[in-house]
């Protein structure tokens, strides 16, 4: 590989949930100048495209990503590009070709240019042979499109590591919560939608079942868990850098409906279960997030409790 060619950021896929989020740490964290938000599509009058850095950028053009990542000086990418788990059921050949093209794209730019990447992976490489409580070790056969590329993208980031020293690093990230950005087609969009409804019709009509309980986070902890990974020293990152287990907190459906519901008087929920409740009984209810505490410090800091609490608040303002 090449030296590093620059101290600047690039984020795939910014426009997305995580993108969302994520995108503003790092401008915290490293200046406004120094990060540059990319996405295949190009929102008018969106903030990361009218007051910060911003190209339009297809993670399947290995081209033009090697243009951007020359012209801007990128020295790390964090690639969030992808179809997610629901939407992708719908259309597994994009799916597929997003994926694990894009990573192929972003990995092999990496190995040209001497970059670290980050690349999430997500609980959806389990599979329904998983334990309920799934450790950082065990057979990967998720039922899930979805789930398939996020274990090929795991695969391939100890490939580049052994074979070509691409520091890559990715977290499994469970169902994610956020008050900043919407659902964006994954089987956990439940716990996000759930919310909004409750305030602004007083009613969720949930397409999973009330004992389905599933590992989820809180954004504020999945954003903090990217960094503290991508900030670890590299001879602290162990054989799981493809997709750390990260714990936040695992409830029910029923549960979080009725945590909303002593917060907002008459809220009420009704669930019925659809084709993404198949998805969601495939994998575990919790992971053991061990190895990630030992290798580089990692612990969640909010509750069920904290959680709601927090969306309800930053939604109600």
């Not at 008018?44 to 911003?54: A, I, K, L, N, T």
């Not at 694990?100 to 970059?115: N, S, W, Y």
């Not at 993208?153 to 919407?182: C, F, H, T």
């Not at 907002?264 to 279960?273: A, L, N, Q, R, Y």
């Amino acid at each position: 590989m090449s030296g590093t060619l620059g101290d600047s950021i690039l984020v795939t896929g910014a426009l997305g949930q995580i993108g969302m989020d994520l995108v503003e740490a790092l401008r915290d964290k490293h200046g406004k100048d120094s990060v540059i938000a990319s996405d295949v599509r190009e929102i008018s009058g969106h903030p990361f495209v009218e007051e910060g850095r911003f190209v339009r950028l297809s993670v399947l053009d290995g081209d033009a990503m090697d243009f951007v990542v020359k012209d801007e000086g990128i020295g790390t990418v964090y690639h969030l590009a992808a179809i997610l788990s629901a939407t992708g059921e719908q259309n597994p050949e994009l799916c597929e070709r997003v994926n694990v093209g894009g990573t192929i794209t972003v990995l092999e730019t990496a190995r040209r240019h001497g970059l670290r990447v980050y690349a999430p992976s997500s609980i959806a490489v389990f599979g329904p042979d998983a334990p309920t409580t799934a450790p950082q070790v065990t057979p990967l056969n998720p039922t899930t499109t979805y789930g398939k590329t996020k274990v090929t993208g795991e695969v391939m980031a100890m490939n580049y590591w052994k074979q070509y020293g691409v520091d890559k690093r990715g977290i499994r990230y469970p169902g994610l919560v956020s008050w900043k950005s919407p659902a964006g087609g994954g089987t956990t969009d439940y716990a996000v939608e759930i919310f909004h409804a409750a305030l602004n019709e007083g009613h969720y009509d949930c397409f999973v079942g009330p004992e389905t309980r599933l590992p989820m986070m809180y954004m504020d902890d999945a954003i903090r868990a990217t960094l503290e990974l991508m900030d670890a020293p590299v001879d602290s990152i162990g054989d799981a850098r493809g997709g750390y287990n990260v714990s936040g907190i695992s409830f029910t459906a029923g549960e979080l409906a009725d945590a909303i519901s002593e917060r907002v008087d008459g809220f009420t929920c009704e669930f019925k279960p659809d084709h993404r409740q198949e998805y969601a009984d495939s994998w575990p209810d919790s992971v053991d997030d061990s190895v990630a505490k030992e290798d580089w410090g990692w612990h969640a800091e909010y509750n069920l409790d904290r959680m709601v609490d927090e969306m309800l608040n930053r939604l109600s303002d």
